[in-house]
């Protein structure tokens, strides 16, 4: 078992990783606003699987906030829309980790499919989001579709690649919480 | 508690019902936005030369960098009626009628695009 | 992903996907049937989903739409020997006259209202329309009436109401009021013509009588998707903001553009403020939405003479949450609701106002 202070610095460590990732990312050119690959899931997917659920929902929080502070959008409508999809994938990543504790293990969620959902969810909280708080016009909706589709895609490429961190991670050093 | 790091039956699942979900979006949502358009705008030289209403029958003559293009306004479309170019293959584009339709003289550096292209309306309160 | 992975993931994503869109697709966007009829002094159109009925009874349904509104016109006509011509004449006779059974429920109903607004809306301005010539689409006057001749009709009684409803009598103050049901009438109107189209069977229509109209189901999967047309068009700007009309809503305009002489340089148009006698000042356009169409026409006027200070008291004491007035320099006021709804179409500078509580 870990101490609380090695957990900690773990946690810090992931989240600096993730704000890294999401920096990049928000310097990344996007073709259509909204439409980003969310990378930085990737981390809290990773951190689900080795550390379980309450260490990624510390990865994802403090990435949200610290890279809001780094970027300087801290407390703005980008900040409200970065949280607000950040909480509904987290909380559909919560949902998703406390189904793989009942259902049956052919049932179960690898990170592939976790990562779709969340990354469903982050787009849809953040379109509701943007739609009711800043851009009530009927005309956005067309945009959704595809806005959806992009992020199931990309879902499926974080999802993928967490599954392949961790599979590499395992062969270098044994989860540390599954004992 | 550990996540399997192999894909498995359950994420096909999940990424199945997610397909339809958003395939059902497309259904619902989904808008090509190119109606017909309501304003014509005629570039020489990449510079905004003229501004036409769409409902208003008109011809407009143009110079360009080789000689005159003249276009046509009727039924709410526009189109190259003649251009002193060889091949006049923006005369052969016919009537433009859509937002986001474009045709163009290259030869003689005349272009028209059109903007509007707002979906019609089932009625109109006045 | 792994290449086998992806081949065999790729093609069931794809079928998956389209039967998604082929099932919500599937009944498309319905083409629409338009038939137009002359009635209430203007053009009517009645639009049905090609897809809600067949074009034979659209057409057959359309014709009994047309008998209805001619009845309920003779009826609704301030002179003559209609049933509301009769009361006039009554009224002009005698402070109380007795009200026919056909005639109550709207007058009613337009009194509540008129009292309501504050008498921004009124029926009771029918001699002073007739002054100002507005009763008559081919007699405008070419200018405004004397103000002695307008003082003279505000001293008579002229508003509905001060006057008194009970079961079987209307009674005014003294006689001379004179009802001119044409601020609420017409949604009425449009009303029945959609009873009308519902009881020929046909479940999916819209009702445009002379740029005012009322919606029944939708288009296909969709609502009916109206534009409100801009107050001071020009040849590129024609339309203020596009709407989506939910089953059972109305949206009527009133605006200073639709009967109106100019004289020295000024507008004179049929918006009569009750309370002065004269064209309402301040306003280009007013639009009211609501599931009552006689509510909406209604609204739209008392909304238009209340201008942008009365806007929100107005629309609270009429219950309409979705408002929206263009004031005299075409600047945009809408209430929150209203705001919502709308989709912009021209840049219009729009202040979103409050409704009280």
């Known amino acids: ?179 | 508690m550990t996540t399997n790091p192999q894909r498995t039956h359950a994420d096909l699942v999940v990424i199945g019902l997610l397909l339809v979900g958003v395939g059902m979006a497309f259904g619902q949502w989904w808008a090509p936005q190119a109606g017909p358009a309501d304003t014509a705008l005629v570039f020489v030289g990449g510079g905004e030369r003229a501004r036409l209403p769409l409902h208003v029958d008109a011809t407009l003559e143009v110079a360009g960098t080789i000689g005159i293009s003249r276009l046509q306004v009727a039924d709410g479309g526009i189109r190259f009626a003649d251009s002193p170019c060889r091949h006049k293959l923006c005369v052969r584009a016919g009537f433009l009628r859509h937002g986001h339709d474009a045709a163009a003289c290259v030869p003689n550096r005349v272009s028209v695009a059109l903007t509007g292209g707002n979906r019609s309306y089932d009625s109109i309160n006045f | 992903m792994n290449a086998a992975l992806v081949r065999r993931l790729f093609a069931p994503a794809l079928i998956l996907v389209m039967i998604g869109v082929l099932v919500l697709r599937q009944p498309g966007d319905p083409e629409l049937v338009e038939r137009q009829l002359y009635a209430l002094g203007t053009q009517v159109t009645v639009s049905v989903p090609a897809t809600a009925a067949d074009a034979d009874i659209i057409s057959a349904a359309v014709g009994q739409v047309g008998v209805a509104l001619a009845a309920f016109q003779r009826t609704w006509q301030p002179a003559g020997d209609g049933r509301l011509g009769t009361l006039n004449n009554s009224l002009a006779e005698s402070a109380t006259a007795p009200l026919h059974d056909e005639l109550r429920p709207l007058i009613a109903q337009a009194q509540d209202l008129a009292q309501r607004s504050g008498q921004r809306f009124d029926p009771g301005i029918a001699k002073l329309v007739q002054l100002w010539g507005f009763d008559d689409a081919e007699a405008f006057r070419d200018s405004p009436p004397a103000d002695t001749q307008i003082d003279a009709l505000l001293d008579q009684p002229h508003l509905l109401a001060n006057a008194r409803l009970d079961a079987t009598t209307l009674a005014a103050p003294a006689p001379g009021l004179a009802l001119d049901m044409g601020g609420i009438a017409k949604g009425t109107a449009v009303s029945r013509s959609l009873d009308v189209l519902r009881s020929a069977g046909i479940e999916h229509a819209l009702v445009n009588a002379g740029g005012d109209m009322q919606a029944m189901g939708q288009v296909g999967r969709r609502p009916w998707h109206i534009a409100i047309r801009h107050p001071r068009p020009t040849e590129t700007r024609r339309l203020l903001a596009a709407l989506d009309l939910r089953d059972g809503e109305a949206v009527f305009t009133s605006g200073d553009y639709e009967r109106f002489f100019e004289h020295d340089g000024q507008r004179y148009h049929h918006l009569l403020d009750p309370r002065t006698g004269r064209p309402a000042q301040g306003a280009q356009s007013a639009t009211a939405l609501h599931t009552d169409a006689a509510v909406a026409d209604a609204a739209a006027t008392a909304l238009f003479v209340a201008g942008v200070e009365d806007f929100a008291k107005t629309a609270a004491a009429l219950d309409i949450t979705h408002a929206l007035l263009i004031d005299a320099e075409g600047r945009a006021f809408a209430t929150p609701q209203m705001q919502q709804r709308l989709e912009w179409l021209s840049n219009t500078d729009v202040t979103v106002v409050e409704l009280p509580q």
Do not use: Y
């Open chain 1, 1 to 179: 078992m870990r101490s609380a202070q090695q957990q900690d610095a773990l946690i810090g460590w992931f989240a600096a990783l993730a704000v890294v990732i999401h920096i990049f990312e928000a310097g990344l050119p996007s073709p259509v606003p909204g439409i980003k690959p969310g990378l930085a899931n990737v981390i809290t997917l990773v951190v689900l699987a080795r550390h379980g659920l309450a260490a990624a929902l510390w990865v994802g929080a403090l990435r949200v906030l610290a890279g809001s502070l780094v970027i300087g959008t801290f407390l703005t409508p980008t900040f409200a829309l970065s949280a607000g999809g950040a909480i509904a994938s987290l909380a559909v990543l919560a949902l998703a980790a406390k189904w793989n504790q009942v259902a049956p293990s052919n049932a179960q969620l690898s990170l592939l499919g976790m990562g779709c959902l969340a990354a469903v969810a982050h787009m849809s909280a953040q379109f509701v989001l943007a739609w009711r708080l800043f851009v009530p016009h009927p005309g956005l909706l067309s945009l959704l579709p595809v806005l959806l589709l992009a992020a199931l895609l990309f879902g499926i490429c974080t999802g993928w690649l967490a599954n392949a961190l961790v599979r590499e991670a395992a062969k270098l050093a044994p989860p540390p919480v599954a004992a």
